[in-house]
C-alpha cells in the first residue's frame, strides 16, 4: 500500500515544514489516548458522518470523532504459496477505522495496536567480522533452513485502495486483491516454449486493462509523517499479461501521482514507458565506493551527520551547502569512512555495531539512517497526514479534498457521496510483507 506544490523559494518552504514538525513532536504527548464512542461499529460498512466541527489532523482525537462509527477489520497477512511473506503468514493487526466528511474534505482516523515504533528502516550497521558496512533486511531473514537469522527493519505502514470511477471491474468482488498478481502462476514468455511456471518470490500491483486505475493511498509512518503527509499513488494496467507474465507477475503497476504513460518500449513485448516523477519523497542513502580508492567496490551510507545519535533519516536540506549533513568521499579495507573534515572509525566505536541479541537485537545509537527525506509535492501531495505512537499503538488522522485537481484519472472522486468499495492493509516493521483487509464499503450518512 500526494501532494502539495511546492512554492518558487522550496528551502524556506521546507524548512518552515521541519521547524512546524518538530514543534508537533514536542507538544504531543497524549498516551493511549481513548474517547467515548456509542455510535454503532460494523465489520464490513465505513459510515462516513458530516461533521460542522473538522476534526485537527495531528494525531489526537477531538471530540468530534465521537459521532463516528467504528469500523472494526482484522488485516491478515495472507499465504501466496510463493514464500513472499514467509514469517509474517497468518499474523493479524486489529483496526478500527472512522470516518467525517464536510463541503470539502474527507477525514479517516485509524487506530491499532502495536508493540513497537518501527521508523529505522533498513539501518547502516558496521559488521567487524568483515570488515563492512551493511544495512540490517527490511523483512524476516532466513536461513536455508528456514530458521530466523534477523528480525526485520522495515517501517510501520498502511495504504487505502479505492476503485477510479469503476473503472476496475474485479474490485467490485475482490477489492484491493484486483491489482494483486503475487497469488497465482504465469505464463513465462521469456523461454521458448513458453511454460507455466509458479510464482517466483516477487510480485506487484497492476490491473488487467489500459482502461482500469485504482486510487492507493500510502502511509508511511517514518518517512512522510516527517512532513505530515500521505503518499498519493495510483495503479494502472503496466501492459497487461504480456508483459507482466514475462517477468513472473511482478510488472510494476503502481506508480506515484502525476506520472503518465509517455508511450512504449521499441522492442517486444512493448512494455509501456512512463514519465519521470519531479524529485521528491524519500531517496536511498547509499553509494559505491572502491576500498581504498583502488580495491572492491562496496557499498555505504552517502551522507551521514557526524556524531548524530538515535536518527533514522536525513533531510535533504540537511545536504545543501551549510547543513549538517557531510557526504562520505572514502572507505578503507578496515572499514574507516572519510568525509570533508574527518573520519568514522567503528573499530573503536561500538555506536554503529549491532547491539543485543543477534536476531532479535537492533543497531548501535550511530548507526546510519537509510534514506533522505524530502516534502511530496504536486498530485502526489493530495492526502494530509498525521499520526501518534501511544507507547501501544498508533492513532494516525488523514484528510484529502473530496475532490482533488486531479485530471489525469489518478484520484478517486467523493463529491457524489456514492458508496465506495475500498481495501485496507497495515505493514508491521516490514517493507513488502502486509496484513490485508478487503471487501470493505465507506457509505456516506447524508
Not at 473503472?167 to 467490485?172: E, N, W
Not at 521458448?192 to 497492476?206: C, D, I, K, L
Amino acid at each position: 500500500m500526494s501532494i502539495m506544490k511546492l512554492t518558487q523559494n522550496k528551502k524556506f518552504w521546507v524548512t518552515a515544514t521541519i521547524i512546524l514538525f518538530l514543534g508537533y513532536i514536542v507538544s504531543c504527548t497524549k498516551k493511549d489516548q481513548i474517547i467515548t464512542n456509542n455510535a454503532p461499529v460494523s465489520t464490513t460498512t465505513l459510515v462516513s458522518v458530516k461533521t460542522a466541527t473538522p476534526p485537527t489532523i495531528d494525531g489526537v482525537i477531538d471530540a468530534a470523532w465521537n459521532n463516528a462509527p467504528k469500523l472494526n477489520i482484522l488485516p491478515t497477512v495472507p499465504n501466496p504459496g510463493n514464500g513472499l511473506f514467509t514469517g509474517y503468514n497468518g499474523q493479524v493487526y486489529p483496526a478500527t477505522l472512522r470516518s467525517m466528511y464536510d463541503d470539502k474534505y474527507i477525514y479517516f482516523l485509524a487506530q491499532w495496536s502495536d508493540a513497537e515504533k518501527s521508523v529505522y528502516v533498513a539501518t547502516w550497521y558496521f559488521d567487524p567480522a568483515l570488515k563492512v558496512w551493511a544495512q540490517e533486511p527490511t523483512g524476516k531473514a532466513f536461513d536455508s533452513n528456514g530458521n530466523l537469522i534477523r528480525d526485520g527493519f522495515g517501517e510501520d505502514k498502511f495504504a487505502m485502495l479505492f476503485n477510479i470511477d469503476n473503472s476496475t471491474p474485479l474490485f467490485i468482488s475482490q477489492s484491493c486483491y484486483a491489482s494483486c498478481h503475487v497469488f497465482t502462476p504465469y505464463t513465462n514468455y521469456a523461454v521458448t516454449p513458453v511454460v507455466e511456471a509458479s510464482n517466483a518470490n516477487s510480485g506487484n500491483h497492476y490491473t488487467n486493462g489500459a482502461s482500469e486505475k485504482i486510487d492507493m493511498w500510502w502511509g508511511h509512518l517514518s518517512r512522510d509523517l516527517i512532513f505530515n503527509q500521505i503518499d498519493d499513488n495510483y495503479q494502472d494496467w503496466a501492459g497487461g499479461p504480456g508483459v507482466t507474465s514475462l517477468v513472473g507477475g511482478s510488472g510494476n503497476g503502481r506508480h506515484v501521482d502525476n506520472v503518465v504513460v509517455s508511450g512504449a518500449s521499441k522492442t517486444w513485448p512493448f512494455a509501456p514507458t512512463y514519465t519521470t516523477a519531479a524529485a521528491q519523497g524519500a531517496v536511498n542513502n547509499k553509494q559505491s565506493l572502491k576500498l581504498d580508492g583502488t580495491g572492491a567496490t562496496v557499498s555505504v551510507p552517502m551522507w551521514i551527520i557526524p556524531n548524530a545519535a538515535n536518527y533514522y533519516y536525513i533531510l535533504a536540506t540537511d545536504t545543501l551547502a551549510g547543513g549538517k549533513a557531510v557526504k562520505i568521499n572514502g572507505v578503507s579495507s578496515t572499514g574507516v569512512l572519510t568525509y570533508t573534515g574527518g573520519t568514522i572509525d567503528p573499530n573503536t566505536d561500538t555506536g554503529y555495531l549491532r547491539t543485543g541479541d543477534a536476531v532479535m537485537g537492533g543497531d548501535g545509537a550511530k548507526a546510519f539512517p537509510s534514506y533522505i527525506a524530502s516534502p511530496l509535492v504536486g498530485g502526489r501531495a493530495d492526502i494530509t497526514g498525521a499520526a501518534i505512537y501511544t507507547g501501544t499503538g498508533w492513532v494516525v488522522e488523514y484528510k484529502r479534498l473530496l475532490k482533488t485537481g486531479d485530471l489525469l484519472k489518478q484520484d478517486v472522486d467523493f463529491t457524489s457521496l456514492q458508496d465506495q468499495q475500498f481495501g485496507f492493509a497495515i505493514w508491521n516493521k516490514s517493507n513488502n510483507q502486509h496484513g490485508i483487509q478487503p471487501y470493505l464499503t465507506l457509505t456516506f450518512k447524508k
